[in-house]
């Protein structure tokens, strides 16, 4: 409808929809400017000290409770993710980001790095022979289900299917990809001998001459008609 087809109350609805849209939009780009990219990201010099200490905090007593001097990478990478999420939530070292869009926790998107948890302790089930990582791993699930809860609009909701199958003991865990098996190499071609290649030089020359060219031509050498007649 035509804005001068409108009855007063009409335009006013209209206004009031426009203004909305219009709040609605500098609130977007104002938040455009204040959200940064996940991967420019630069969490504050204090939290950082403080989620790496505890980190390494928490890696000393798992590996000590595995009966090792140091966790190894992968393993690492799990208990850094899991103490550092938790760690986060409970000190709100938070921030909203895009690209991809989400929440960062203690620098990492809580609902992720449950799914690459519980995918990695269902691979590789040693971590959980310490009982200081089954207690914080069973911790940091139901937290980050608490998380999920409250900031639905920035979880996944396929990673918190996992985590709440994971609590209830019905996790599947999923088939490793299938390797792609490689390319047969090409055979590798045959170099012909100096004589099959001069052979197959002669039968080239010999089909581009006209036949009564060679009979004829008094300018070929005898040792040129040999070559060309094969009898050299």
């Known amino acids: 409808m035509k804005l001068s087809e409108m009855n007063e109350e009409q335009r006013r609805e209209y206004n009031r929809e426009s203004k909305k849209r219009q709040r609605d939009r500098q609130r977007q780009e ?6 940064p990219n996940a991967r ?11 989620l790496s200490q505890h980190s390494h905090a928490v890696a000393k007593i798992v590996a000590a409770d595995l009966g090792l001097e140091k966790l190894s990478g992968p393993d690492g ?34 609902d992720a790095a449950a799914s690459e948890a519980i995918e990695h302790v269902h691979r590789i089930p040693s971590l959980l022979q310490s009982t200081a990582f089954a207690d914080l791993y069973n911790k940091f699930l139901y937290a980050v ?6 900031h639905e609009h920035y979880s996944t909701p396929e990673f918190i299917q996992e985590v709440q199958a994971e609590l209830a003991g019905t996790y599947v865990l999923p088939p490793l990809p299938e390797l792609q098996k490689p390319e047969p190499m090409p055979e590798a071609s045959v170099i012909p001998s100096d004589a099959e290649m001069l ?15 060679r009979v004829q031509d008094p300018n070929i050498s005898p040792q ?9």
Not at 30 to 35: N, Q, S, V
Not at 77 to 104: H, K, R, S, W
Not at 145 to 150: F, G, P, Y
Request: charged letters at 20%; one cysteine or more.
């Open 77 to 110: 990478y799990i208990v850094d993710a899991v103490a550092c999420v938790l760690f986060g939530l409970e000190n709100n070292f938070t921030q909203i980001v895009y690209q991809p869009n989400g929440m960062l926790v203690g620098g990492w998107f809580p």
């Open 40 to 50: 420019d990201y630069v969490m504050p010099e204090p939290q950082e000290k403080e």
């Open 199 to 213: 052979e197959q030089g002669r039968i080239r020359l010999l089909n581009q001459l006209q036949p009564q060219f």
């Open 224 to 232: 040129a008609r040999q070559y060309l007649d094969g009898t050299l």
């Open 30 to 35: 104002k938040e455009k400017l204040t959200i």
């Open 145 to 150: 289900v608490k998380w999920s809860k409250k």
